[in-house]
């Protein structure tokens, strides 16, 4: 299989400061090592970790690799509210969006058909375009994840 070997390193990366068991304060930490071999060798290869051939169960994680990995971390997988990105929308759509009435925002997004659950459900906004003269809508189900999308046409 062909797959994006920076997103595994970048995501093995993260879950190394979850399985961190031994910091040591400027010189990085000490991480648990049971990842893919080869992600952890080019992990070593980029300088997050010292080399992870051994029989030792854990791997020396350099400070670099520590603070990039906490980042990471934080950005994948932390649950804070502040962490969830607003919407995007060009300046035309969100001139036009805020035309609406908000009553009616909260209903057009809690009324989105969604195809994978075949009924509507409620959708997290994740951006706004006009198209043609369309307010397009695009964003997740709140049920099951899967894209949705809202087309408010122009009235005039
Ligand atoms: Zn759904």
Not at 126 to 149: H, I, N, P, Y
Request: glycine share 8%.
């Amino acid at each position: 299989m062909n797959y994006d070997k920076d997103k595994v390193d970048e995501l093995t990366l993260s879950l190394l400061y979850l399985v961190a068991h031994e910091r040591r304060e400027g010189c990085g930490a000490v991480a648990w090592k049971g990842f893919d071999w080869e992600t952890m060798n080019r992990l070593y290869n980029k300088g997050y970790i010292s080399n992870p051939v051994g029989k030792s169960k854990s791997v020396v994680m350099t400070e670099a690799g520590f603070l990039k990995a906490k980042e990471l971390f934080e950005k994948h997988f932390s649950a804070d509210a502040k962490t969830v990105s607003l919407p995007k929308f060009t300046s035309f759509a969100k001139k036009r969006w805020h035309q609406i009435p908000e009553m009616i925002r909260k209903d057009l997004m809690n009324n989105v058909w969604c195809g994978r659950c075949r009924s509507e459900t409620s959708m997290q906004l994740r951006e706004g375009v006009l198209e043609q003269r369309s307010l397009v809508l695009r964003g997740t189900c709140k049920r099951c994840g899967g894209e949705v999308a809202r087309v408010i046409e122009s009235e005039d």
